[in-house]
Nanobody, 126 residues
């Protein structure tokens, strides 16, 4: 069974940076050949898509709320995907999810996602 795991979350101060990592294990899915999207869900709010990186490296943004502060990238092998978060704000506090779409292109919405990670908490204190 394929398993997708996020790591790197926790508590930071407002204005600081944090990097989340996404990696997978198990048969059937190769992250390097998939589109990886980061979503988040804040308390009492709907889940929102943040950034996606396709298998070819094309990046799709889904929201302006993290523009200029968050970036998405792949590790050298392509099988780890990072979400670099800079200038964090209290409103970035949320559970962050890594997702996989085995089609190489980024999804149009979360219905197109094939796998979800368990999610990881990011808390930004003001």
């Amino acid at each position: 069974q394929f398993d997708l795991v996020e790591s790197g979350g926790g508590l930071v101060q407002s204005g600081e940076s944090m990097t989340l990592s996404c990696s997978g294990s198990g048969p059937g899915v190769t992250l390097a050949l998939s589109a990886i999207t980061w979503f988040r869900q804040a308390p009492g709010k709907e889940r929102e898509g943040l950034l996606c990186i396709s298998s070819s490296g094309y990046i799709t943004p889904y929201t302006d709320s993290v523009k200029g502060r968050f970036t998405i990238s792949r590790g050298d092998s392509g099988n780890t995907v990072y979400l670099q978060m800079n200038s964090l704000k209290a409103e970035d506090t949320a559970v962050y999810y890594c997702t996989v779409r085995m089609n190489r292109a980024c999804p149009k919405n979360e219905v197109d996602v094939d796998y979800w990670g368990r999610g990881i908490q990011v808390t930004v204190s003001s």
